[in-house]
């Protein structure tokens, strides 16, 4: 049989990326494919500070390949560069552009009070004098609708964008604004990926000094979508001081890493129970783990964040704490975070 450029492809989504679910030809490292009779050649453009991983691909690409019926011969050369060697050039071609700062807020298992830390922190930063938006990537559960109080539709820019919603001086887009009330988004990862693509590229975001970003709970799509769409500046990681939580952000953790997303810090929400009234406080969830999981991943321990209700019941009106009682304790755990994250981008 005569072999293809689209057989070469199709061989090579076989081929996963070390440590993910999904293959080599979706993550775009795959940048020329070179048919000479019946020996196949591939040239791969891979950023990654782990040379095991360049090392990987190119064994198991060869070997994918050597097994097509026709080809006697595979070779796959795995160009590697470091993040720190990536030209500004191309980085700038791929930023959204207008926007300063691109952060996610992640976590590794939900419940942890993710969208909480995003929607406070963001209007921290714009209480810093920052402009602000907040992306809610979220698309089976976006909750940043509710958060910031609300359900306004988008309205178009132009031909081509949307302009994001306003609440509370932040700009803001979510799957929430697009459908009604309690109608479910099924999708499958394709589609999930599009409207990553969309919310980046198709909103008109500028001029913005931060634009925070919402992730859904886990290591999936959204995740990996939204790191092959724009250069990420860094991950805020958000957990609880309990094991349960600290075991699963680990392996959020490793997945921005993996990804050569920095990671500028981690939050401990749910920190602990402070008595009102009182000097007591009531650790419900056990203490330091966040402190201790920022010394273990080398990133900064942005701070932490009690138990308070106040933080709860403005979620539910839609008015952050940050928000309407900005001079409040809670409120200043946020501010504090907002300064913390500052610094690390300076």
């Known amino acids: 049989m005569q072999i293809t450029e689209e057989h070469v492809q199709?061989?090579?989504?076989?081929?996963?990326?070390?440590?993910?679910?999904?293959?080599?030809?979706?993550?775009?490292?795959?940048?020329?494919?070179?048919?000479?009779?019946?020996?196949?050649?591939?040239?791969?453009?891979?950023?990654?500070?782990?040379?095991r991983a360049a090392q990987q691909i190119k064994s198991d690409s060869e070997a994918a390949l050597r097994n097509l019926p026709g080809v006697t011969r595979a070779l796959v050369d795995v160009q590697v560069q470091s993040p720190a060697q990536a030209t500004p050039a191309a980085f700038a071609q791929a930023r959204i552009p207008g926007v300063k700062y691109v952060v996610a807020v992640a976590s590794?298992?939900?419940?942890?009070?993710?969208?909480?830390?995003?929607?406070?922190?963001?209007?921290?930063?714009?209480?810093?004098g920052h402009p602000t938006g907040l992306m809610d990537c979220d698309i089976y559960g976006p909750s940043v609708p509710l958060m910031m109080g609300t359900r306004e539709r988008p309205n178009l820019a132009n031909d081509e964008t949307l302009a994001p919603v306003e609440s509370h001086g932040i700009k803001l887009m979510s799957m929430g604004f697009l459908t009604d009330g309690d109608t479910p988004v099924i999708w499958r990862g394709p589609m999930i990926m599009?409207?990553?693509?969309?919310?980046?590229?198709?909103?008109?975001?500028?001029?913005?000094?931060?634009?925070?970003?919402?992730?859904?709970?886990?290591?999936?799509?959204?995740?990996?979508?939204?790191?092959?769409?724009?250069?990420?500046?860094?991950?805020?990681?958000v957990t609880t001081p309990q094991e349960a939580s600290l075991g699963v952000v680990r392996k959020g953790t490793a997945m921005f890493q993996k990804l050569n997303v920095p990671i500028l810090g981690v939050v401990e929400n749910m920190s602990y129970?402070?008595?009102?009234?009182?000097?007591?406080?009531?650790?419900?969830?056990?203490?330091?783990?966040?402190?201790?999981?920022?010394?273990?991943?080398?990133?900064?321990?942005?701070?932490?964040?009690?138990?308070?209700?106040?933080?709860?019941?403005?979620?539910?009106?839609?008015?952050?704490?940050?928000?309407?009682?900005?001079?409040?304790?809670?409120?200043?755990?946020?501010?504090?975070?907002?300064?913390?994250?500052r610094e690390q981008l300076r």
């Open 108 to 128: 590794g298992k939900g419940g942890v009070g993710k969208s909480t830390v995003a929607v406070n922190l963001a209007c921290a930063l714009k209480r810093r």
């Open 273 to 341: 129970f402070a008595v009102p009234g009182s000097n007591q406080r009531h650790e419900i969830f056990g203490s330091g783990g966040g402190k201790l999981e920022a010394q273990r991943v080398h990133a900064p321990f942005l701070g932490e964040v009690p138990l308070y209700t106040e933080i709860r019941i403005g979620g539910d009106k839609g008015v952050p704490i940050v928000e309407s009682a900005p001079d409040s304790e809670p409120a200043r755990a946020f501010l504090r975070i907002a300064d913390g994250l």
């Open 194 to 237: 599009k409207t990553v693509q969309q919310f980046c590229r198709n909103v008109a975001w500028a001029p913005l000094d931060f634009l925070l970003i919402d992730m859904p709970p886990g290591t999936g799509d959204a995740q990996i979508s939204l790191c092959q769409t724009i250069p990420l500046d860094g991950c805020v990681m």
């Open 10 to 51: 199709n061989v090579l989504k076989t081929v996963k990326f070390p440590g993910f679910s999904r293959d080599i030809v979706s993550f775009g490292i795959v940048k020329q494919v070179v048919l000479h009779g019946s020996e196949v050649g591939v040239v791969m453009q891979l950023t990654t500070q782990d040379p």
